[in-house]
């Protein structure tokens, strides 16, 4: 049901949150906690928009942050479009 996905996606949403590094840097977790940051996309959104408006560093330094963003993009509609199946009642 909607309210059983609104419960789940709280219990993704704050982690993702917490290990982006934007409430706490990244490298003042523990070793085993930034490299499971490596499997968050968040961080690799964060470190963009820190960077563009922050420092306003372009796409020739953050080209690698958006590779794996993208590579996250692709995957997920990948997965979701295999997964879909269109059923006519």
Not at 22 to 38: E, G, K
Request: charged fraction near 10%.
């Amino acid at each position: 049901t909607q309210q059983q996905a609104v419960m789940s996606s709280f219990f993704f949403a704050t982690p993702t949150f917490m290990l982006s590094g934007f409430s706490f840097p990244i490298r003042n977790m523990p070793i085993a906690v930034q490299y499971l940051t490596y499997l968050n996309p968040l961080r690799y959104f964060v470190e963009i928009v820190r960077g563009v408006f922050l420092k306003g560093i372009g796409w020739s330094v953050l080209w690698p942050q958006m590779t794996v963003l993208a590579f996250y993009g692709v995957t997920i509609l990948l997965l979701a479009a295999s997964r879909f199946e269109k059923k006519l009642d």
